[in-house]
């Protein structure tokens, strides 16, 4: 049996909504024009959304929609960009899953359990007023980004430096199954590792194997002395060595690079006035003594931009320690190791992002309003500069198509573990923005961009240039993040683990209703 459309279906909301209450079922068009979309583009429309308040009521919902045989898609915080909860055809039943939100701290057992709606933000305020922490603590769009959404995708950043992605950090979790029944994964809090790892099948499956509803982490201390580090490098293969020396080191809790567009692009346009002072407010906050407060944010404020333009390729460190001496030594250690390939530049942006490392979510546009969308590939040390040079070359390939519809580029880095190098490119076009970038910026915020009209054209020109450099990632051996139905998945794994991955759908989803066209099943 294959998904129906909801047309075929036409009591699944009215049966939703006796079951769940009307509060619990929105049919509006605005609602549905707003969640037919992702960050990057248009889906099919979802013919109802529902938000069930609890467990109880996500699997009352799940079992109703599976015995109507329609399509059913979760969806979190929604920002993300490879179609992950677009479901083309439309007509299916959209979970928004973010009144699952409760944070439950067990400090004794060094676990706290997480409804899979809950925001990174919302955990981190949580954590941090009882000065604890996650390993892993959250992508750059944690203030909207849920952990359940997260760990169905796989994620970087918060984090990731010292102690790797979204998946590595969770210990256990409870899935709803497409029978409507609860599955717990693992025994208990105490390891992960007991037996085959369950937990594990069900992260980065992007709700094509059920729907999370609890995910259990563990706590670490939270270490309040941290030292902030920039560097510049004018080649990407001085930034690519430096920093495959540091990620063997593990000195830092989180970095990243940039390459010059990105950086005075995205960056450095970093909101108005009142996200500077308020930045400038959390910098002092964070300080371990005023003087040291005012001194950061005097050598901020004479760095101005500079630190944005100071060379081709930026890298940026945050270094924690149990005390501000051990934050110092291991940036000195740091600093000896980048050295010999770069040279040393204001630590402003760094700074900013561990003041607020969960900003407002400007970057869904360009820096002049243009349309966003970010692709990436994770890469063997040894191939990272093959790929780069190989990219550089298809760009120049592209350059007269590129500047005939307006389409420009950014680069960004992170670390995967000590083995795999993050690339990831951002595409800008000028397109018309979607229900999408007006609901989560608002008015006040769009009016003081530039705003282009629809433009078919320059939207399927990058489409089609988005597929061909994944493909080149591809062909360099890159694996992805965030599958959905970006990116593709069954042809790269040996045949018989894709065997084995559609039998595991089938015996949890025999009726493939459960975000049908993911990772390919
Ligand atoms: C400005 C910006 C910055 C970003 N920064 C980063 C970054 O630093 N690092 C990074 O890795 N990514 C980043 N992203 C991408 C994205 O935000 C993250 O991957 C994030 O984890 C998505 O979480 P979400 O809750 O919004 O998931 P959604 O977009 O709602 O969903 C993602 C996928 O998970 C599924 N899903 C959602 N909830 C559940 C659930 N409870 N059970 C089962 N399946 C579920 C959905 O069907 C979909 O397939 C960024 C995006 C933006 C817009």
Same mark, same amino acid.
């Given at each position: 049996?294959?998904?129906?459309?909801?047309?075929?279906?036409?009591?699944?909301?009215?049966?939703?909504?006796?079951?769940?209450?009307?509060?619990?079922?929105?049919?509006?068009?605005?609602?549905?024009?707003?969640?037919? =979309?992702?960050?990057?583009?248009?889906?099919?429309?979802?013919?109802?959304?529902?938000?069930?308040?609890?467990?109880?009521?996500?699997?009352?919902?799940?079992?109703?929609?599976?015995?109507?045989?329609?399509?059913?898609?979760?969806?979190?915080?929604?920002?993300?960009?490879?179609?992950?909860?677009?479901?083309?055809?439309?007509?299916?039943?959209?979970?928004?899953?973010?009144?699952?939100?409760? #944070?439950?701290?067990?400090?004794?057992?060094?676990?706290?359990?997480?409804?899979?709606?809950?925001?990174?933000?919302?955990?981190?305020?949580?954590?941090?007023?009882?000065?604890?922490?996650?390993?892993?603590?959250?992508?750059?769009?944690?203030?909207?980004?849920?952990?359940?959404?997260?760990?169905?995708?796989?994620?970087?950043?918060?984090?990731?430096?010292?102690?790797?992605?979204?998946?590595?950090?969770?210990?256990?979790?409870?899935?709803?199954?497409?029978?409507?029944?609860?599955?717990?994964?693992?025994?208990?809090?105490?390891?992960?590792?007991?037996?085959?790892?369950?937990?594990?099948?069900?992260?980065?499956?992007?709700?094509?194997?059920?729907?999370?509803?609890?995910?259990?982490?563990?706590?670490?201390?939270?270490?309040?002395?941290?030292?902030?580090?920039?560097?510049?490098?004018?080649?990407?293969?001085?930034?690519?060595?430096?920093?495959?020396?540091?990620?063997?080191?593990?000195?830092?809790?989180?970095?990243?690079? *940039?390459?010059?567009?990105?950086?005075?692009?995205?960056?450095?346009?970093?909101?108005?006035?009142?996200?500077?002072?308020?930045?400038?407010?959390?910098?002092?906050?964070?300080?371990?003594?005023?003087?040291?407060?005012?001194?950061?944010?005097?050598?901020?404020?004479?760095?101005?931009?500079?630190?944005?333009?100071?060379?081709? &390729?930026?890298?940026?460190?945050?270094?924690?320690?149990?005390?501000?001496?051990?934050?110092?030594?291991?940036?000195?250690? *740091?600093?000896?190791?980048?050295?010999?390939?770069?040279?040393?530049?204001?630590?402003?942006?760094?700074?900013?992002?561990?003041?607020?490392?969960?900003?407002?979510?400007? =970057?869904?546009?360009?820096?002049?309003?243009?349309?966003?969308?970010? #692709?990436?590939?994770?890469?063997?040390?040894?191939?990272?500069?093959?790929?780069?040079?190989?990219?550089?070359?298809?760009?120049?390939?592209?350059?007269?198509?590129?500047?005939?519809?307006?389409?420009?580029?950014?680069?960004?880095?992170?670390?995967?573990?000590?083995?795999?190098?993050?690339?990831?490119?951002?595409?800008?076009?000028?397109?018309?923005?979607?229900?999408?970038?007006?609901?989560?910026?608002?008015?006040?915020?769009?009016?003081?961009?530039?705003? &282009?009209?629809?433009?078919?054209?320059?939207?399927?020109?990058?489409?089609?240039?988005?597929?061909?450099?994944?493909?080149?990632?591809?062909?360099?051996?890159?694996?992805?993040?965030?599958?959905?139905?970006?990116?593709?998945?069954?042809?790269?794994?040996?045949?018989?683990?894709?065997? *084995?991955?559609?039998?595991?759908?089938?015996?949890?989803?025999?009726?493939?209703?459960?975000?049908?066209?993911?990772?390919? *099943?």
């Amino acid at each position: 049996m294959t998904a129906q459309p909801l047309a075929s279906q036409p009591h699944i909301a009215a049966t939703l909504r006796a079951a769940l209450g009307d509060a619990a079922v929105r049919t509006d068009t605005a609602s549905l024009d707003y969640m037919a =979309n992702d960050v990057y583009r248009t889906g099919g429309h979802p013919a109802a959304i529902v938000r069930p308040a609890s467990v109880d009521a996500l699997q009352q919902a799940v079992r109703l929609c599976a015995q109507a045989g329609v399509a059913m898609v979760p969806r979190g915080g929604g920002a993300s960009y490879t179609d992950c909860y677009l479901y083309p055809q439309g007509g299916h039943i959209l979970f928004d899953l973010t009144a699952l939100s409760s #944070i439950d701290i067990d400090e004794a057992n060094a676990v706290v359990t997480v409804g899979a709606g809950t925001t990174w933000a919302a955990l981190k305020a949580a954590l941090d007023a009882r000065n604890l922490r996650t390993p892993f603590w959250g992508p750059f769009s944690g203030i909207a980004a849920t952990v359940g959404g997260s760990i169905s995708q796989n994620t970087v950043s918060h984090g990731t430096a010292a102690h790797g992605t979204s998946a590595q950090s969770v210990l256990s979790m409870d899935i709803v199954l497409a029978s409507g029944d609860l599955l717990t994964t693992g025994i208990g809090t105490a390891t992960r590792n007991y037996g085959p790892d369950l937990t594990g099948l069900f992260t980065g499956d992007c709700g094509a194997l059920g729907f999370k509803t609890s995910i259990r982490l563990p706590l670490l201390a939270a270490r309040e002395a941290a030292v902030t580090v920039s560097f510049a490098f004018d080649s990407f293969a001085n930034c690519h060595a430096a920093i495959a020396i540091i990620q063997k080191e593990r000195l830092e809790d989180s970095h990243f690079g *940039l390459d010059l567009a990105l950086s005075q692009g995205q960056i450095a346009r970093q909101e108005g006035a009142g996200a500077r002072l308020k930045i400038a407010a959390q910098v002092f906050r964070k300080a371990p003594n005023p003087v040291a407060g005012l001194k950061q944010l005097l050598k901020m404020a004479l760095a101005g931009e500079d630190p944005m333009r100071a060379g081709a &390729y930026m890298a940026h460190f945050i270094v924690e320690g149990i005390t501000p001496a051990e934050a110092e030594g291991r940036a000195t250690r *740091l600093r000896a190791l980048v050295d010999p390939y770069g040279r040393e530049i204001a630590n402003s942006v760094p700074s900013f992002v561990r003041a607020m490392p969960f900003a407002p979510l400007a =970057n869904i546009l360009g820096p002049t309003g243009e349309r966003w969308v970010p #692709i990436h590939g994770v890469f063997n040390q040894t191939r990272v500069v093959p790929f780069h040079d190989a990219w550089e070359a298809l760009l120049a390939k592209r350059q007269t198509e590129m500047q005939q519809h307006g389409l420009t580029v950014g680069t960004m880095f992170s670390p995967v573990g000590p083995s795999g190098f993050l690339y990831e490119i951002a595409l800008y076009w000028p397109d018309d923005r979607t229900a999408y970038h007006r609901e989560t910026l608002g008015e006040a915020h769009l009016s003081a961009l530039p705003a &282009y009209t629809e433009n078919p054209t320059a939207r399927a020109f990058t489409d089609r240039f988005k597929q061909e450099a994944v493909a080149l990632m591809q062909e360099y051996g890159a694996s992805h993040f965030q599958l959905g139905r970006a990116y593709p998945y069954q042809q790269r794994l040996d045949p018989e683990a894709a065997t *084995l991955l559609r039998g595991i759908k089938a015996a949890l989803d025999p009726k493939g209703l459960m975000n049908p066209g993911v990772l390919g *099943l």
